[in-house]
């Protein structure tokens, strides 16, 4: 039978147009099955990643704030024109926020241990060695039995050190976002 000839018989049109309309509508089903498993994977990775912000990322973020303003302050005393018994409280006051500054991210850190928003839990093992120095140098930095160039120099390394926690901690927070995605 020639191929021309079954065209002009109209229940073959009909079949072709079942036929057609059956792929289309099974092509429609299947776009729209994967469409709705895609938009659910979406939701899920969105809620996951917002859960990591709130509770892992944020506090982290805040709390290295924190550590950096007191570089900051650090940074100034260090610079500062007058003698470290002139500006004893500052020296003090930072020796505190520092102290706290530090509390809190160690704080911070452990609950992105404890996260079950966050595949990594070593978010700790670098901390303690930083926590250490920082301490160790803001503490040197109120000794009034140290000479004052020590006591500045301590002053002066404080920065450099919570740089680089800084770094750390957000290279893990970079690191555990590139995995949620």
């Known amino acids: 039978m020639n191929p021309l000839e079954s065209l002009d018989n109209p229940t073959d049109w009909r079949q072709y147009a ?6 289309s509508l099974v092509w429609n089903l299947a776009n729209t099955v994967y469409s709705v498993y895609l938009e659910k994977k979406r ?3 969105v809620i996951r990643l917002e859960e990591f912000r709130s509770s892992v990322r944020d506090p982290l973020v805040a709390a290295l704030k924190d550590c950096r303003q007191c570089a900051y302050s650090a940074r100034s005393i260090a610079l500062s024109q ?19 500054a530090l509390s809190q991210l160690s704080d911070a850190l452990d609950d992105a241990n ?3 928003f966050s595949a990594d839990n070593s978010w700790l093992t670098e901390f303690s060695d ?24 301590s002053y002066e390394c404080m920065p ?9 901690v ?7 976002l590139e995995k949620q995605l």
């Open 170 to 176: 957000r290279k893990k927070i970079d690191k555990e």
């Open 82 to 100: 007058k003698g470290l018994d002139e500006i004893e409280s500052e020296t003090f006051e930072l020796n505190r926020a520092t102290v706290i």
């Open 130 to 153: 930083f926590e250490d120095n920082i301490l160790t140098l803001s503490s040197r930095g109120c000794e009034a039995g140290l000479s004052e160039d020590v006591r500045k120099k």
């Open 114 to 116: 404890g996260s079950k």
């Open 18 to 23: 079942v036929i057609i309309a059956v792929v």
């Open 43 to 45: 939701r899920k990775t």
């Open 160 to 168: 450099d050190q919570i740089s680089r926690l800084n770094k750390v």
